[in-house]
């Protein structure tokens, strides 16, 4: 028997995707498509456009497009750092040799933060993985408690 409901997700009048959840062109094909349509453009002609008004017109707003599209800045990345710590030692205990680091000037203070977090991080992993082993434990016995009932 064939379901003669409408399904309550069906799209109508009410009910539509929302604007940035729809698949389709980008919007970058749309421009390139409204300036050939328009001009009668390519993407290459647009970048000629682009580059001539920057420099030969010495247009500011688009030679800095050019330098942003041709040369973008780079990520900022953390320098390397070396310091000795006790691999055995309890987070806490590395943590305080880094607030120690950085107090001294050995490393920077957005370099300990970051160094820190990555204890922190992993911490919270190794607790979870502590977690579950006992959980599995506890589990394997109330499962031996079970085959005593029998």
Not at 14 to 28: A, Y
Not at 95 to 103: D, G, N, W
Request: charged content about 25%.
């Amino acid at each position: 028997m064939a379901n003669i409901n409408a399904p309550s997700n069906a799209f109508g009048p009410g009910n539509q995707p929302t604007p940035g959840n729809t698949r389709g062109k980008s919007s970058k094909t749309k421009i390139l498509n409204a300036l050939k349509k328009k001009m009668n453009w390519s993407e290459d002609d647009l970048y000629e456009h682009i580059v001539s008004e920057a420099f030969v017109n010495n247009n500011k707003d688009m030679i800095e497009i050019v330098i942003k599209t041709a040369v973008p800045i780079p990520k900022t990345t953390l320098q390397p750092v070396n310091f000795q710590y006790d691999r055995n030692a309890a987070y806490h205990e590395k943590c305080e040799v880094i607030l120690e680091a950085v107090a001294a000037g050995q490393i920077a203070p957005d370099v300990g933060q970051e160094l820190i977090y990555t204890i922190k991080h992993i911490a919270s992993i190794h607790e979870v993985t502590e977690l579950e082993k006992r959980l599995n434990d506890l589990e394997d016995l109330l499962r031996g408690f079970g085959d005593l009932n029998k």
